[in-house]
């Protein structure tokens, strides 16, 4: 995996072309065209990279954006958000060695991670289970569950 790197503005709309290609088919593996991630605008998109408070990593292949997360930091605790990567790229790593990166690159201080999925979303499940995220709770959304999880940093 190429050294991620630090997303800003310019990389804004690349950044929503691959958030919705990646998140169609958690859609559809919800019965839930509406998700978020889908419903993002650019301008929002564009906010959230201005934020001081999040940190968004990217990988690039060949200047190609092919897999992206954010982490918004409050205090003790870091919120883990979408989590893409190029449905061609999908099942290679990628998600799992962004988030490793990720993790790392966390200002001193962060002791909780805490992330929401689908409960639909088999592979995104197994990853955070390998990363070492526990359940903590499941809220109703529609027809399906989001499936609450965290880790503990040491």
Same mark, same amino acid.
């Given at each position: 995996?190429?050294?991620?790197? %630090?997303? $800003?503005?310019?990389?804004? $709309?690349?950044?929503? @072309?691959?958030?919705?290609?990646?998140?169609?088919?958690?859609?559809?593996?919800? #019965?839930?065209? /509406?998700?978020? !991630?889908?419903?993002?605008?650019?301008?929002?998109?564009? /906010?959230?990279?201005?934020?001081?408070?999040? =940190?968004?990593?990217?990988? &690039?292949? /060949?200047?190609?954006?092919?897999?992206?997360? %954010?982490? %918004?930091?409050?205090? +003790?605790?870091?919120?883990? $958000?979408?989590?893409?990567?190029?449905?061609?790229?999908?099942?290679?790593?990628?998600?799992?060695?962004?988030?490793?990166?990720?993790?790392? =690159?966390?200002? !001193? #201080?962060? %002791?909780?991670?805490?992330?929401?999925?689908? +409960?639909?979303? /088999?592979?995104?499940? &197994?990853?955070?289970? &390998?990363?070492?995220?526990?359940? @903590?709770? &499941?809220?109703?959304?529609?027809?399906?569950?989001?499936?609450?999880?965290?880790?503990?940093?040491?």
């Amino acid at each position: 995996m190429a050294d991620p790197v %630090r997303l $800003g503005e310019a990389d804004a $709309g690349e950044l929503l @072309t691959l958030q919705r290609a990646a998140f169609v088919t958690e859609a559809q593996a919800h #019965g839930d065209p /509406a998700l978020p !991630p889908l419903r993002e605008t650019l301008d929002e998109l564009v /906010a959230v990279l201005r934020d001081p408070d999040v =940190r968004t990593w990217g990988v &690039r292949e /060949a200047g190609r954006l092919v897999s992206s997360v %954010r982490i %918004r930091v409050r205090g +003790e605790t870091a919120e883990v $958000g979408r989590l893409v990567v190029a449905p061609d790229r999908q099942g290679q790593g990628l998600g799992s060695d962004l988030m490793r990166v990720a993790e790392q =690159r966390l200002p !001193p #201080g962060v %002791r909780v991670l805490r992330l929401v999925t689908g +409960e639909r979303s /088999a592979g995104p499940l &197994r990853l955070y289970t &390998r990363l070492g995220y526990v359940e @903590t709770a &499941r809220t109703p959304e529609g027809d399906y569950h989001l499936v609450h999880l965290e880790k503990h940093i040491p």
